[in-house]
């Protein structure tokens, strides 16, 4: 399995806090199993659930994909709305704790500006589908916002909204870095949501609202033909 090189920053910590405490309390004969059960299994599992957060699966397509006509999901999770906003298409895309939090290109292009946003950080998960884009969390969360441009000069932009806890988004990208579709160009640690516009509105919607989503293998929609 592959993983995210974020996880050393949380894992490292957790690891020599944990043998630190070991050697600490470290049982007598009387004792060990109790211990054992009670101390070791339980921290031992926790940093295997944190390591499993950091997971970064490497992606293809799946079937039916067209270059340069297929959009691809930004990131695990869910699609929780699909909008139109000054001409553009839309789409939100919630994560749980589950997910691979790994941020990745939706479509090819050109980065133009890296924006960091402070602000709040709302209770992101579980939103009523199509009901909550406009919710607190939507609108207020701290965020980073990486505006691309594709190749016929059309902008186009990436939210990366950060949750409640842990409050960490991280662009991987600067300005002038030319992108592919599918390239992993961030993530954000822990529960958080992605908002990604897309040029134009002639889209045909291939996945269903709810429907949960795999970063960089989903084909979410396609261009229309002409």
């Avoid at 020599?16 to 050697?23: R, T």
């Avoid at 662009?171 to 592919?180: A, L, S």
């Amino acid at each position: 399995m592959k993983f995210n090189k974020e996880m050393w920053w949380w894992i490292t910590p957790c690891i020599l806090a944990d043998i630190g405490w070991h050697f600490i309390s470290l049982p007598t004969k009387y004792n060990i199993w109790a211990y054992f059960f009670l101390i070791t299994l339980p921290t031992t599992i926790g940093i295997i659930l944190l390591a499993s957060f950091f997971r970064d699966p490497d992606r293809e397509p799946e079937a039916g994909y067209e270059k340069d006509i297929s959009i691809l999901s930004p990131t695990d999770g869910y699609l929780i709305a699909i909008e139109k906003e000054e001409g553009n298409l839309v789409l939100f895309i919630e994560m749980h704790y589950n997910d691979a939090h790994v941020a990745r290109a939706h479509l090819s292009g050109t980065v133009i500006n890296v924006t960091r946003i402070g602000g709040a950080h709302h209770w992101v998960y579980f939103f009523k589908k199509q009901e909550d884009t406009k919710s607190l969390a939507i609108r207020k969360n701290a965020r980073a916002i990486i505006e691309f441009e594709d190749n016929l000069g059309r902008k186009f932009l990436y939210y990366l909204i950060c949750g409640a806890f842990f409050r960490r988004a991280k662009p991987y990208v600067e300005i002038g870095d030319k992108i592919q579709q599918g390239q992993r160009i961030g993530m954000i640690v822990f529960g958080s949501t992605i908002k990604i516009t897309i040029p134009g509105v002639d889209y045909d919607i291939i996945s269903k609202i709810g429907e949960k989503v795999k970063g960089g293998h989903t084909i979410i929609c396609k261009k229309k033909s002409e």
